[in-house]
């Protein structure tokens, strides 16, 4: 069977790799981007490729004090430079909104915002909250086209096998000159690529691999797949950059997720990112892509 990049719709090759979730890897000749299929036809059906899960940690991590710092450091740093391209931004979408940590910081901005998710629990969570959220199937009835100032779409497009889809509905809301905020996984990230690496070469022996590609990830962009996507949905790239992800974020990550459990060496990347972090991010690598476009027409 072939499959074709949703980045950029060229066609894939497999890697070759299987991963324990069970998925198999694909890579694009063109760009790049990395992607997982599902390796056994039991969980290849539609409802299931639609859905997302929210692991029960991931509540506790949203409502970590350390980790809503340095998460809000970064909102308040891209919002900044958001507002450096547009002079009115008065209304936002954040797509994927989880629990709703940013939307809670939008609004201490003075921003309306409104937020979209598929996990009725971390949806429940941002009602509690007192934000205006709704699920993401609502969106088109909700938000109408060409409504908002501004979309962020924070660590959310990796979750789709179909991204192509999900950043079209959200950026249509978009006004024509209003400005998108993303960030996602970067295929290109070098521990990523060296560990893979590994992996063939011993034919699959040393999985190490698997800690980069995280259960609940579908699409691994390169910066030319997202570069690819976004000018498929008229965005035109104001700044691209390689970063890393904050480190108390890393940190929880690694003590709970059960891909990383599995490989029994956790403790060794939870002590070693600090370092790979420090050392990724001077050479001008990183493990997130980070974008700000503006909606061309
Ligand atoms: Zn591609």
Redesign the pocket.
């Known amino acids: 069977m072939e499959w074709r ?1 949703p ?4 066609y ?1 090759t497999h890697t070759g790799i299987r991963l324990t979730t069970p998925h198999a890897l694909y890579r ?1 000749g ?4 990395e992607w997982l299929e599902p390796s056994d036809g039991a969980t290849g059906g539609h409802a299931d490729r639609m859905s997302s899960y929210w692991e029960p940690h991931k509540f506790a991590l949203f409502e970590n004090h350390e980790v809503k710092l340095e998460f809000e450091q970064r909102y308040s740093e891209a919002l900044d430079r958001a507002s450096r391209h547009r002079d009115r931004l008065e209304s936002a979408l954040d797509f994927g909104c989880g629990t709703g940590n940013h939307l809670e910081f939008l609004q201490s901005r003075e921003l309306t915002a409104f937020g979209v998710d598929i996990n009725e629990g971390a949806l429940a969570r941002a009602r509690a909250r007192g934000l205006n959220v709704a699920h993401a199937s609502n969106l088109s009835t909700l938000i109408p086209e060409e409504s908002v100032d501004l979309v962020t779409i924070w660590d959310v497009i990796e979750h789709l096998y179909d991204p192509l889809s999900g950043l079209r509905a959200a950026v249509s809301r978009l006004r024509v000159g209003g400005i998108l905020i993303l960030e996602t996984p970067n295929a290109d990230f070098m521990p990523r690529r060296l560990l893979l690496g590994l992996g063939k070469h011993t034919g699959g022996r040393v999985s190490w691999f698997e800690t980069m590609y995280y259960w609940e990830h579908k699409v691994y962009f390169s910066a030319l ?1 997202l570069k ?1 996507i976004l000018s498929e949905v008229q965005c035109e790239i104001l700044a691209l950059e390689r970063r890393t992800s904050p480190r108390a974020k890393m940190s929880h990550y690694f003590s709970h997720d059960a891909a990383v459990q599995g490989t029994g060496w956790s403790h060794v990347v939870k002590r070693t990112w600090p370092v790979a972090e420090r050392l990724t991010r001077r050479a001008g690598s990183g493990n997130a892509l980070f974008v700000i476009a503006k909606r061309e027409r």
């Open positions: 990049c980045a950029c719709r060229e894939g694009c063109r760009c790049r981007t797949g690819t």
